[in-house]
């Protein structure tokens, strides 16, 4: 105790900027040292020195950004100051002495004195801030303490954030600068920084602070630092509950730089719970949001995922559609920029998920022929977009005759049709998907689309190596044979007929959807071209077998093959 005591300066009069000043401050610094490692020993009343440890720990921070300064001018305060927090460091050593020596005269008067030492201890933190705050000292060319080593202990990374902390709150515009760049460094390669830091008290309020100043990018740093932090779940209510909402809309509204960007990924990952959403509208943030969308700013993809979460509150949602949020998002539909039609599109099927006057408001104000647009092969969009628009289209128009015919208007069955033949393979797949989808619309698109040549290139995706995909086209074929004028243009290919049949060979042991490529025969029987050809094929042999094998539909097709005069031409027929 007594060699903890000796390294107190005795007054604190020399000027700081003077080599014994800054000594001074170096040795009152080694004693904040050794107070906070006594106090890991002390057992009694934990929490109130938990307390007083990081208060120790942040004044320690403080006092160390002094040592690498300049003087300006005289130093009464921080003289003051220095003499104040020797007598605090003094009475919490003694407090500390009685504590672990369990000295202390009764316990009600211990927790009132450790709670004075713990009240001095604040304020001698916020006279070093004032005193930065009023330009008294300058930055000199040290900035900030080592970066931890990899693998350092917890305390080590405490002690450095704290440090940081310090520097923002108190340095000058430089310093503050470099503190948040070197915070933003650390929570972004190892998320213990990011755990630690969180719990050190007021961070958050002082990066929330940062988003109103427009100096030297330090709403940048904080707005970015805040943005990784609130990609962590647990730590999001600690945002909220710092006022965080308000200001990230001031910055939506006049920010500088990528602030605006940090801060619309924020709000993203804010608004992905619905509670927060009615505080964003409470703030008039979705205004904000709907002008950015506009304007045309660069932000528009970012914030349509802001948007998008919050439309999921009705209350929200209808908010939007009476500021005339659907003719903004047809228009940027129809933009060249790939991410924001994209983020658009995605957005208007959101709104119009499970809400049918919606879903027909976005057609009547054009939505389903912008789509097209982006559908048509003739048009820059990327496939990407593309699959967005396919989703679009077929998410929007699903429940509506009108809006199919309107389609047809537009060319999709063309475009789809081209899509199948020459797509990548996710816009192959959605193109099959289209159609599988059209093809239960009503008989009239079965025909059309017959007519249109969709049954050859359907026929090429029953060998697909996706099960998905070859149930996906032998259900689409399933659905058009049901119509005559399909059966006969189906029958008029030998190929179709032929495939269909060597598919069902028994020994196979994957021919895709037997029950479905046999339900496309049997309705192919009720025609006579096609019931002569698959008489007529060589492997019909693949039916006999199957229907020997108790498989009912094979067996029906089978007799129907048998009747009348197609008797004769089966030899050994099988009966039953």
């Not at 929490?47 to 950004?65: P, T």
């Not at 470099?178 to 007021?202: H, M, P, S, T």
């Not at 009615?278 to 949001?289: F, K, P």
Request: net charge neutral; proline share 2%.
């Amino acid at each position: 105790m007594k060699s903890i005591m000796s390294t107190l300066p005795e007054n604190a009069e020399n000027p700081v900027g003077s080599s014994a000043g800054k000594s001074r401050i170096r040795r009152v610094n080694e004693f904040i040292s050794s107070l906070i490692s006594l106090s890991y020993s002390i057992k009694v009343f934990p929490v109130k020195w938990q307390s007083i440890r990081s208060k120790l720990e942040e004044l320690l921070s403080s006092l160390s950004a002094i040592e690498n300064c300049d003087s300006t001018e005289n130093y009464p305060p921080l003289c003051s100051s220095l003499q104040a927090i020797t007598a605090t460091l003094k009475n919490c050593h003694e407090l500390s002495r009685h504590c672990v020596e369990f000295s202390y005269s009764g316990k009600l008067l211990m927790q009132s004195d450790l709670d004075i030492v713990s009240t001095k201890l604040d304020n001698h933190i916020k006279s070093i801030s004032e005193i930065y705050s009023l330009g008294l000292l300058t930055q000199s060319s040290a900035i900030i303490v080592p970066k931890p080593n990899l693998g350092a202990s917890r305390d080590d990374i405490k002690f450095y954030i704290r440090d940081l902390l310090s520097r923002v709150k108190i340095g000058s515009s430089e310093m503050k600068k470099q503190g948040l760049i070197a915070l933003n460094e650390i929570i972004q390669e190892d998320d213990r920084y990011v755990k630690v830091a969180i719990e050190i008290d007021n961070l958050v309020s002082v990066l929330v602070s940062f988003l109103d100043l427009q100096e030297d990018n330090l709403q940048e740093e904080a707005a970015k630092a805040l943005s990784v932090i609130a990609g962590f779940q647990s730590f999001r209510s600690c945002l909220i509950s710092a006022g965080i909402i308000s200001p990230l809309i001031r910055v939506l509204e006049c920010g500088i730089g990528l602030s605006k960007e940090f801060a619309t990924r924020c709000l993203q990952k804010l608004t992905e719970n619905s509670d927060n959403a009615w505080s964003i509208s409470a703030h008039g943030g979705v205004t904000v949001l709907l002008k950015i969308c506009i304007e045309g700013d660069s932000l528009v993809s970012s914030v349509c995922g802001v948007l998008k979460n919050l439309v999921g509150v009705e209350e929200i949602k209808r908010f939007m559609i009476e500021e005339g949020a659907v003719p903004v998002f047809i228009k940027l539909a129809r933009c060249k920029d790939e991410v924001t039609q994209i983020s658009s599109i995605d957005f208007l099927q959101t709104m119009a998920s499970g809400d049918e006057s919606t879903r027909q408001m976005i057609m009547k104000e054009g939505g389903i022929r912008a789509l097209s647009r982006v559908l048509d092969p003739k048009s820059s969009s990327s496939s990407k977009a593309r699959e967005m628009s396919l989703r679009g289209i077929v998410n929007l128009c699903f429940t509506s005759v009108n809006s199919v015919n309107n389609l047809l208007n537009y060319g999709f069955m063309d475009h789809i049709l081209y899509f199948l033949r020459h797509g990548d393979g996710s816009l192959q797949e959605l193109a099959l998907k289209a159609a599988f989808w059209l093809c239960g619309t009503s008989d009239e698109a079965k025909k059309l689309m017959g007519d249109a040549g969709f049954m050859p290139e359907l026929v090429k995706f029953l060998d697909s190596k996706s099960y998905e995909v070859r149930e996906m086209a032998a259900e689409t074929l399933s659905s058009m044979v049901i119509v005559p004028r399909n059966q006969k243009r189906f029958g008029q290919n030998d190929q179709n007929v032929g495939l269909l049949l060597q598919m069902l060979d028994p020994e196979e042991a994957n021919f895709g959807n037997k029950k479905l490529l046999l339900s496309i025969l049997m309705s192919l029987t009720s025609c006579n071209s096609a019931r002569k050809k698959i008489a007529n094929s060589g492997y019909l042999i693949n039916i006999e077998k199957l229907a020997e094998a108790e498989v009912s539909d094979a067996k029906k097709i089978v007799r129907k093959l048998s009747s009348n005069r197609f008797r004769s031409i089966l030899s050994g027929i099988w009966h039953s």
